[in-house]
């Protein structure tokens, strides 16, 4: 875990300030969308910590307070956490953050917990009374048998192709089992295509 530096946050940074502190060979290095990217989330991490009065946000249904820090003012232990993660597009926005103590943060960026905020006035209204899941990833909403069919499709493709530049085809006797159903299922050449390459219509 990180201890957070409040004195960055005190009052707000000019984008000539905030980088002032950089390390000039770590601001050369970064491309201008980094720098960009760099500021907008330190103004997100600013505006919510503020917002939320420096404590955590988080409340335990059954408790009511946050078990970890007890939502303590000015925890070492604070973080921003984005409503809608960045890998699904969200973005460096004060009302797509809310301030989270670490420990909280990575159980349930570990799936082991459930996010619920209060009811308070100074939250977002969409995040006020409400509980929030892990988003999943688009490689974790991706079903395997897609992916199968892909490969099985690809592998079709890779026949099919192989057939066009050879001008002929492959004997059924040379196929497994495995290429024959992936033939059926997915290989067909129109007439003209065979017409076009001299290819026998049967094998």
Not at 31 to 43: G, T, V
Not at 61 to 67: A, H, S
Not at 116 to 138: D, M, S, Y
Not at 172 to 177: G, H, I, Q
């Amino acid at each position: 875990m990180t201890t957070i530096d409040f004195a960055n946050y005190e009052e707000k940074k000019t984008r000539e300030k905030y980088f002032a502190d950089f390390d000039r060979a770590q601001y050369k290095a970064m491309s201008p969308d980094q720098r960009e990217d760099a500021y907008a989330r330190y103004l997100m991490r600013y505006e919510c910590l503020h917002r939320d009065n420096f404590s955590c946000q988080y409340v335990d249904p059954t408790l009511g307070y946050c078990p970890n820090c007890h939502n303590e003012y000015r925890h070492p232990f604070l973080t921003v956490h984005h409503i809608k993660a960045l890998r699904n597009k969200g973005h460096h926005k004060p009302r797509n953050g809310v301030t989270l103590c670490q420990p909280i943060h990575a159980r349930y960026e570990k799936k082991a917990l459930a996010l619920t905020f209060p009811v308070a006035e100074h939250l977002p209204p969409h995040i006020q009374g409400a509980t929030f899941l892990r988003e999943k990833t688009a490689k974790e909403l991706q079903k395997p048998k897609w992916q199968r069919l892909k490969e099985q499709r690809r592998a079709a493709r890779e026949i099919r192709k192989s057939a066009l530049q050879n001008r002929d085809f492959v004997r059924a006797r040379d196929l497994d089992a495995r290429l024959i159903a992936l033939l059926i299922s997915f290989l067909t050449v129109p007439y003209y295509e065979l017409k076009a390459h001299n290819m026998p219509l049967c094998v």
